[in-house]
């Protein structure tokens, strides 16, 4: 099993992943203390049989019965996952295997990623298992399920621990960054702390927006921004030394980590970590209004995306009762499925067996077989996937780069105004793909050296840019490119206000949002904006000299185009979709297709490959809509009616036109 820039490849061959979560049928996720390779044995024979081509499964609890004394693994506890291996080997399935979940199970020793006892513990562990299997050539190890930095109380999101190991960490860190203490005073507008104390970790408070209101104390939130890169940069250097120490043993197997959708937000993230990796991942559970953003922001260049964890979490009304039906479950997670192999690598669902030994409500309804053996409509929706993939895995090679790329701000995304900043990325995904029909890559702040030559880039809503950033994107610009940038971004990384406009020769300077309403003119067209209460007071519109909204600036061979407002902000997403029109015509940049197009709520994306083109429909319509369009690198029409809330994939042939591949249909 190896990768290639973009999809998993086993003995050389393109496989796009259609897999499983897998424990154990019997025993769910004792298999490892009580494990039954019987049991095993007849559960992957019917995955396979289903056209499941991969296998997760690993450690989500109790590390401390895998190695019951410092550096000490029982025997048993090989021969188990042995065991597993000949088993999966037998059915033809590779293994990724989780080694630890959420917050790194430190085994006695502090700090889960920063103490050096806890991750000398960690290491002999993952040593002990990694050494042991290293010659396997289809396993895989995935160091973490959903990672946290570093508080194991608060999971799921980026707070302090507060021990003494991650304080003299952060100083040393800060001490890095900054050459004095009067440097660091002045990057976060505050008080000068003397050299003799250390520099104190952020308070809970200062993650939110109102931490300036706070009584009897003057507190901002600028320093959340560097716990932010701190976390990022520490848990990168963790999972780079878990990679390094499984190298050391021999092994050549792929290392990633299992990240949800919080890595486009606020927790560690690929465009961080993964290149110390060799795929990265993404866990699309609960954003189902943003499936397209939570695979793109997960998608670093050079390295494969694979939606390791997918499925559909219970919902509950306020009476207690489901909120799906089970064939609407199967829906939801068809249009998961969809974009998975329209998007990355594929797709891993959780789960096979439902596992009706948890006490999570949540998931205790997760699974394509119920606790009796019978199948929820989801496995059917599975097998159908799976047959697709096996037909098209010949033709996922090479595909072309999007001729636009989005630009984030992580001064922005990683700060207390994080949620504005994921909105904002979010809207500019969805105006460019479901109303303007033209794809995107997203490129975050810290890897905006891999920008390279798109016909255009979107900087959306950004408030605040790093110094190294804009120097890149205005060199983009001057070697000619062409650059939207929606709202101020007349503040540096640590929210000082600059002069950025005024050195290229535009009088304007950031003011505070305080109206509802506002337009942009530009041509013939009058585009009117609204801005709800949560984006006045907090955030930022540029106001120039001139009083016009809308301004065009020639540098060097390439184009600037600046939008007064942060119109991704703004209520609704036809006044962003309205701007990004017009500028792409600008540019010359166009829909790959044409005919009859349908309404704003149905997903309409080609992904071009040297010898096919993949086309995904994904309605979010609550209404049919017919399809009848005409693509433009081969010429096949395709006409249908897509059902609402449905998708549909159809593989063509290039450059004849013929179909290879569909589902749906």
Known sequence: MTVNH??????????????STYMASDVQREYFMSPNPYVWNQDMGQMQRAGINMLRTGWWTAWNQVMKESGVVHEEMLRTLEAYLMTARAHDLPVQFTLFAFIPDVLGGGNPYLSPDAVRREKQLVLTFAHQFRHVPFLMWDLINEPSFSNPRELWMTRPNGDPVELAVWNR????????????????????????????LPRDLQFSPQASLATGVFLNSVEVHDYYLFSQEEFRDWAEEMHKAIRETGSQQLVTVGQDEGGGSDRPSPAWYGSALDFTTTHTWWLNDALLWDSLVAKVPGEPMLVQETGVQRAVGIDGRTRYSAGEAGEVLARKLAMALSTGAGAIEWLWNTNAYMANDNEVVIGALRADGTERPIALVLRRFAKFAQLSGGYFQHPENAQVAIVTSQAFQYSALNGAAVEAQQKAVRALAYACRVQSDVVEENRIGQLGHPRLVILPSPMALGIAAWQALLDYVKAGGNLLITGSMERDGEWHVTDRLAALGLDAHPV?????QAQVTFGNEKVPLSFGAQTQVMLDALQTKDGKAFHEIRLGQGRLFIVNYPVELAQGTAAT???????????GVHPPFSGTLPSPGVLIRPEVFSRAVLYLFDSESARAQPIDIRDGATGAEMKFVLPPLASRLILLSKPDGRVIARYGF
């Open 6 to 19: 973009n999809f998993f490849e086993i003995d050389g061959h393109v496989m796009p992943v259609m897999g």
């Open 173 to 200: 860190w800060l001490a890095k960054r900054y050459a004095s203490r009067a440097a660091l005073a002045a990057a976060w507008d505050q008080a000068l702390i003397p050299g003799g104390q250390p520099v104190p």
């Open 512 to 516: 505070t949002i305080l109206f509802h």
């Open 577 to 587: 979709a309205q701007v990004y029109r017009w500028v792409l015509d600008q540019v």
